[in-house]
Each structure stands twice: as C-alpha cells, then as structure tokens.
C-alpha cells in the first residue's frame, strides 16, 4: 500500500513539474506576448468565411 503511495505521488510530481515546464517553454518562445491579437485575428476570420448572406 505505502509503494503504491509512493507511485502516485512520484507520478503526480512529474506530471506537475511537465506542466512548469512546458509553461516556462511557453514564456520563453513569446507565446503570450500579445494575446489580444489572437482574438481579433480569429474574429476577421469568421467574419470573412461567413461572407455576406444572401
């Protein structure tokens, strides 16, 4: 019972330390630099592929 215990907890911490990690990677490459232009870029794209209702 105690490995066991022990399995989980040793899984649960590389799971945690992946997450830092990819959200360092994240920082790092600039993928949060600008996020309002994220959402207006997905926006003109909707608007354009509706096109006009005829």
Request: net charge negative; glycine share 6%.
């Amino acid at each position: 019972m105690e490995a066991l215990t022990l399995l989980q907890f040793v899984v649960s911490l590389l799971m945690s330390l992946g997450a830092v990690c990819l959200f360092i990677w994240a920082v790092l490459s600039g993928l949060f630099d600008d996020v309002e232009a994220v959402k207006y870029r997905a926006y003109r794209t909707e608007v354009t592929d509706d096109g006009p209702q005829a």
